[in-house]
């Protein structure tokens, strides 16, 4: 997860949300468990729908908050 938090201070998205998504299913496949697998790819759609949503609501806030700072040159 903190690796997942790192790589969103780059790139805050939804994109960098499922790869990280991803790559923890893929994870949890290597241990060739049959329950494992399919709970893992269950729980990470739904962590990374919430997930994905919480870091648009932040962004939204962020980018506005910019919008109405003047900009210095």
Do not use: H, W, Y
């Amino acid at each position: 997860m903190e690796e997942t938090f790192k790589e969103l201070r780059d790139k805050p998205c939804k994109e960098t949300v499922q790869a990280a998504a991803e790559k923890m299913v893929q994870s949890v496949r290597t241990l060739n468990c049959q329950t494992c697998s399919a709970t893992v790819t269950e729980g990470m759609r739904d962590l990374s729908d919430l997930f994905v949503k919480k870091v648009k609501e932040v962004v939204s806030q962020v980018t506005r908050i910019l919008a109405v700072i003047p900009c210095k040159s």
